[in-house]
């Protein structure tokens, strides 16, 4: 079967480019939702510990439970329907009904919507927000935003910037009103992080940044980071291919001379995306993928026992008129993984 190589050296040097712009490790939350960017949550969670990283984001709680040992705070951004409680979790609580949704004791991050008008409360309920936590005995201990325009050329992200200024200001003074601790404020994304002088929130939320891809605005201070996965697959089968034979289906390549290709067992049922026979694509060691991408194989001119796929899926997202993103978390959570120091 294909399988995925995890660098761990990369990963441990996006980490500290990542912890260095932060101020601190420990204000570092690895975001690991979505079988952590199709990475695999487990062997990344793991790395991160190893690292030194205290904090993880998740979607749901069943994947912080998978990880409940390994960090000391996970936040969980959109499950408030789950019955289950732990010191660990914290909760995003991403519109006022949410309130009434938690089990009592429950940690609690408040999102406010300070102008992306996705998830969130308004500024303005706030404290009847923080009122309805109190009644219902459950504990802030975060508020949060989320930019929508960290990663272009916009002033969009200084005006959100100060929105959270402002709710910073509030929550302080709610709190003070109120007799409780001061939660912890966030708010930066990857790209959100790059964009700060001084980072002088308490925490940030870093997801992509740290698999080893920032597509921003070039003129941004970007640093330089490295892809901790590869994609590799094994041969299936070799032959000749003379001139004027044509390979695969829709019969989109065409031998100009006689070639020795051979099949390798990743295609798009392993969530490698259809490339369709007309852009072209190479592997990182220059040999090109030949026609159109099969559900579980594809051609290449190369008869190696094992042939890395891709180590970096910039130019892959731009074929596919995607984002790394996509490309990266589209993987099949079976593929094996290995780990590589
Ligand atoms: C996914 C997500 C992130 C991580 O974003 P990146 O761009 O991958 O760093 C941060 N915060 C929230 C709320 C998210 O949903």
Redesign the pocket.
Known sequence: MAYIVLNKSNYFHNLSVISKKAGSIDKVAV?L?DNA?GHGLLEMASMAKEFGIKSA?V?TCEEAKKIETIFEQILI?ADTKSESYSHTFHI?INCLEDIQRLPENTNVHI?VDTGMHR?GIQIDSLEEAILGLCKRNLNLTGV?T?YRC??ELSCDFFWQRNNFIQVKKEVKRICEKLFLSIPKFHS??????FRFKNYDDDLT???????GYLETHPSFDNPILKPVLSLWGKKIATRELKKNQRVGYGAMFKAEKNMIISTYDVGYGDGFFRLNGVDKCETPKGYEILGRVSMDCLSINCEDEEVCIYDDVTKLAKIHNTIT?EITTSLNPNIPKVIKS
């Open positions: 975001v939702k960017y984001v979607r951004l995003v999102k998830n949060m989320h960290a990663d930066a994304n990857s790209s959100a992080l939320r870093v997801g992509i940044a740290q698999y993103y």
